[in-house]
């Protein structure tokens, strides 16, 4: 999935409290991955264009880490959603 298409999914869930999308992200303490739909955004995500048109998802998530019990804030291109894996390339260790 390219990294447009996950902004305009991310926005989407955004509005959707009920049907959040499960992301997936890495502890950085114990280096394991893990997966939740209890994320919420941290600072409000908005699309920035550089100067060459390029476009990139600026703010933070932050979600709970089920290892070391912490808050985690993550860039946006430090996560990954569900789309963008196959049933084969799901991080180990993926938990909700």
Not at 28 to 33: D, I, K, L, N
Not at 36 to 45: M, Y
Not at 48 to 53: A, D, L, N, P, Q
């Amino acid at each position: 999935m390219c990294y447009y298409a996950w902004m305009r999914s991310v926005f989407h869930m955004l509005h959707d409290r009920k049907s959040r999308m499960e992301l997936h992200f890495s502890c950085p303490v114990h280096h394991r991955h893990f997966s939740s739909a209890a994320w919420e955004v941290r600072d409000r995500l908005q699309v920035e264009e550089g100067g060459s048109g390029q476009r990139r998802l600026a703010g933070s998530i932050q979600v709970l880490c089920p290892y070391c019990r912490t808050v985690h804030v993550f860039a946006p291109e430090a996560v990954a959603c569900s789309v963008s894996f196959g049933a084969a390339e799901k991080p180990e260790g993926g938990k909700t």
